[in-house]
């Protein structure tokens, strides 16, 4: 079964073969209730013996809420998010993971310590209920470019993807990944105001620009796609969101899944 999982820094986004689902990345430690209204996608997990509010319920009850916003992603958060999302998928005996890493960061290092925290068996209690299963095989890809895999052309094509901390960018000629015009860059929609949206299209543009040029075909990617469009258009007249911008990058991871697994060019 192939699971693809993007564990962004503001919600998690899932796909498998037969559903693609969000949930808030948000997690705080369990704490005893003295009333309990049942909310539909409230997530109260277990594991290893340790209890946690999950998504919505931790943002509502969590006393310590938390958010992975450090620069690795082999955290526990990433841990917790990730066995969450699978369960919910539906995720039982072996599993092949998908999931990403900033450009940046995607390095021989990190990428084994992502899969050295994901892989193996894990038991998980999800609202009273146990779910075993086996993350067989972890494969990593890029945030922003894997969007492109999503619905891959052919010419030159300018991802941005805007994320809650940082910011990635991405190039493709003809179906290959151009590396020297991609990277990320550390602004995201949580770090700049409201007012500053704006502000963040002509930060990411100058940055981009010295590479990229105005008439470029400009894919935008992201929760904030639709909202920062009209600004990124001022810079690359044709730039254009996707559909379904906020979950591009996991539709991307769960075609290169399917495409590894069956040994095929995406």
Same mark, same amino acid.
């Given at each position: 079964?192939?699971?693809?999982?993007?564990?962004?820094?503001?919600?998690?986004?899932?796909?498998?073969?037969?559903?693609?689902?969000?949930?808030?990345?948000?997690?705080?430690?369990?704490?005893?209730?003295?009333?309990?209204?049942?909310?539909?996608?409230?997530?109260?997990?277990?594991?290893?013996?340790?209890?946690?509010?999950?998504?919505?319920?931790?943002?509502?009850?969590?006393?310590?809420?938390?958010?992975?916003?450090?620069?690795?992603?082999?955290?526990?958060?990433?841990?917790?998010?990730?066995?969450?999302?699978?369960?919910?998928?539906?995720?039982?005996?072996?599993?092949?993971?998908?999931?990403?890493?900033?450009?940046?960061?995607?390095?021989?290092?990190?990428?084994?310590?992502?899969?050295?925290?994901?892989?193996?068996?894990?038991?998980?209690?999800?609202?009273?209920?146990?779910?075993?299963?086996?993350?067989?095989?972890?494969?990593?890809?890029?945030? &922003? %470019?894997? $969007?492109?895999?999503? !619905? +891959?052309?052919?010419?030159?094509?300018?991802?941005?993807?805007?994320?809650? @901390?940082?910011?990635?960018?991405?190039?493709?000629?003809?179906?290959?990944?151009?590396?020297?015009?991609?990277?990320?860059?550390?602004?995201?929609?949580?770090?700049?105001?409201?007012?500053?949206?704006?502000?963040?299209?002509?930060?990411?543009?100058?940055?981009?620009?010295?590479?990229?040029?105005?008439?470029?075909?400009?894919?935008?990617? &992201? %929760?904030? $796609?639709?909202?920062? !469009? +009209?600004?990124?258009?001022?810079?690359?007249?044709?730039?254009?969101?996707? @559909?379904?911008?906020?979950?591009?990058?996991?539709?991307?991871?769960?075609?290169?899944?399917?495409?590894?697994?069956?040994?095929?060019?995406?």
């Amino acid at each position: 079964m192939i699971i693809a999982v993007d564990c962004g820094r503001s919600y998690v986004k899932v796909m498998t073969e037969e559903k693609t689902f969000l949930f808030p990345s948000k997690v705080s430690g369990w704490r005893k209730r003295n009333y309990r209204q049942e909310v539909d996608g409230d997530i109260e997990l277990q594991y290893r013996g340790r209890k946690w509010f999950v998504g919505q319920l931790a943002e509502r009850e969590g006393e310590f809420t938390r958010q992975a916003m450090q620069d690795t992603k082999a955290v526990e958060e990433t841990l917790l998010l990730t066995l969450t999302a699978i369960y919910l998928a539906g995720g039982k005996g072996n599993v092949t993971l998908v999931t990403g890493l900033p450009i940046v960061n995607f390095t021989e290092e990190e990428k084994y310590a992502v899969k050295r925290l994901l892989q193996g068996h894990h038991h998980v209690e999800v609202n009273g209920r146990w779910k075993q299963f086996h993350i067989d095989r972890v494969y990593t890809t890029i945030e &922003g %470019g894997s $969007a492109f895999f999503a !619905e +891959p052309r052919m010419g030159l094509v300018r991802i941005i993807d805007f994320g809650a @901390k940082t910011t990635n960018y991405a190039t493709f000629k003809d179906r290959v990944f151009i590396d020297r015009e991609s990277g990320t860059i550390p602004i995201g929609w949580e770090t700049a105001k409201e007012s500053n949206v704006r502000e963040m299209a002509d930060l990411i543009a100058s940055s981009v620009s010295k590479k990229w040029r105005a008439d470029d075909v400009v894919l935008l990617v &992201g %929760g904030m $796609a639709k909202k920062i !469009e +009209p600004h990124i258009q001022e810079h690359f007249r044709c730039a254009l969101a996707v @559909k379904y911008p906020q979950t591009a990058n996991v539709r991307g991871y769960f075609a290169v899944g399917k495409a590894m697994i069956e040994g095929v060019r995406v």
